[in-house]
């Protein structure tokens, strides 16, 4: 539990640091901004309770929000999302998961289970923070468009994450 | 109780989820200028919307009232404006040269103002006027009726509170005029063909009447002093006798429009009548004696 516990704390830092400093700053085209700080209720066990993702969820978007200048808007996306992603993990998640449970892995879930997973909940996510950011429906297009650059590039970060973790857990 | 004590437990995370929704949209218009200045657009866009249904509810509550105001408001506006109607009229009426006239003509006898209340005008019909004034007002049969164009006509019936007067557009009216200036004398009559031309009868044929002439009462009998305005000479033609002129008259008074007339009380009218009644009987008694 406890080694868990201090490599989700490792990787909020890290991911936290990464958006504040970085990800933040990256406009490509003008439309697509990473926001892989979402991999953090991503990779919350299978047993975690549902009220642990709302606050979690909550707690990540505040900080992310202090450090962006955004008030409200990561924190509104990411309680959201606290609320669905058990739901979706559930929904993508093999049925055979064992007392103990699993942590949402390309290993434990397949990658293309793992895709699924991550990019819903990713797409959910950026248009959530896309609507509440622009605040009406004036520019549908240009809505969608951030939407789709900002979950792709995400969802792409995402999987390299992953891809990293397996490494390293292989090495 | 245990049931809503167990369904706040089984479903906290999703109370938990909308409290800290509300907080993030509180902070989200709170420190965001964008957001906030969009929200407050809406919601008193919403407010104004939610306000604008109470006040027509309101305002629907109350449209009886309302109706009746408006009822009475509109009565009111309507006496108001028959009033400046008259007013206009009346002011439009006293400016024309041919009232001042007729009322220079009448200065010394007693008038006595009436309106018509009913008027038959058709052409070739014998017409009649109804005015407002009968015997209690001192109006009785046999007195002239003058308006602001002129001769309208003679009283042939009083009542106690409104007259029956036959106007010149009667086959039976006979009124003596002449051509102002000249002293020549006819009698106006109708021929029923045109309510507003009239003829002067029996005028001699070394009368030099010309047409656009005035015609005017003769004052030949008790009925009108001499000197109101008939009308105007419209044609000169041969009598059918062939021993005198006959001269159509454009009339001065549209009697289609004709609304305030002047009862004319000639002061001397008993006296006169007194006379002719003694001239008549005594014709007759001569014709009578052997």
């Not at chain 2, 008993?270 to 008694?285: F, I, P, Y």
Request: net charge neutral.
């Amino acid at each position: 539990m406890f080694p868990t516990s201090l490599q989700n704390g490792f990787w909020a830092i890290t991911l936290i640091l990464l958006q504040v400093m970085v990800f933040n700053h990256i406009h490509i085209m003008g439309y697509a901004t990473p926001m892989p700080f979402v991999y953090l209720l991503l990779m919350l066990h299978s047993h975690t309770e549902r009220w642990i993702y709302v606050v979690w969820g909550f707690a990540v978007g505040l900080i992310v929000d202090v450090f962006s200048n955004t008030l409200g808007v990561c924190a509104a996306a990411m309680t959201f999302l606290g609320l669905v992603a058990p739901l979706l993990r559930d929904a993508f998640m093999p049925a055979d998961r064992g007392e103990d449970g699993i942590t949402p892995s390309p290993r434990s879930m397949q990658w293309s289970g793992y895709l699924r997973y991550a990019a819903t909940t990713t797409i959910l996510f950026t248009s959530v923070f896309y609507v509440m950011e622009c605040f009406s429906f004036f520019d549908v297009v240009r809505l969608l468009i951030h939407i789709a650059t900002s979950s792709a590039l995400t969802l792409l970060i995402i999987c390299s994450i992953e891809h990293i973790r397996q490494n390293v857990v292989r090495g | 109780m245990q049931v809503l004590l167990d369904f706040l437990r089984r479903y906290n995370y999703l109370f938990l989820f909308l409290l800290l929704e509300i907080f993030c949209i509180v902070m989200l218009v709170r420190f965001n200028r964008y957001q906030g200045y969009v929200w407050l657009t809406a919601s008193n866009e919403a407010a104004a919307s939610v306000n604008g249904v109470y006040q027509d509810a309101v305002a629907f509550t109350r449209l009886s009232e309302v109706n009746e105001q408006l009822t009475s408001d509109n009565i009111r506006l309507q006496q108001e404006n028959r009033a400046l109607r008259d007013a206009l009229r009346d002011a439009r009426y006293d400016t024309t040269y041919t009232h001042r006239c007729v009322l220079k003509q009448l200065q010394g006898y007693q008038l006595i103002p009436a309106r018509v209340v009913g008027n038959k005008v058709q052409v070739g019909m014998d017409n009649y006027l109804v005015i407002d004034r009968g015997s209690a007002d001192g109006v009785t049969a046999e007195m002239g009726v003058v308006s602001g164009g002129g001769v309208v006509g003679i009283i042939y019936l009083a009542n106690v509170h409104h007259s029956l007067v036959i106007p010149v557009t009667h086959s039976k009216s006979s009124i003596s005029c002449s051509v102002r200036g000249q002293d020549y004398f006819g009698y106006l009559q109708w021929d029923g063909s045109n309510t507003r031309t009239a003829y002067v009868a029996d005028v001699p044929r070394y009368a030099k009447a010309r047409k656009g002439q005035v015609i005017e009462t003769s004052g030949f009998s008790s009925v009108f002093p001499p000197g109101i305005f008939v009308g105007r000479v419209n044609r000169v033609r041969n009598a059918p006798d062939g021993q005198s002129y006959r001269l159509d008259v454009v009339l001065g008074n549209d009697f289609a429009a004709l609304r305030d007339v002047s009862v004319v009380a000639t002061p001397y009218k008993a006296e006169v009548d007194s006379l002719k009644a003694r001239a008549e009987r005594l014709e007759l008694n001569e014709a009578g004696a052997p």
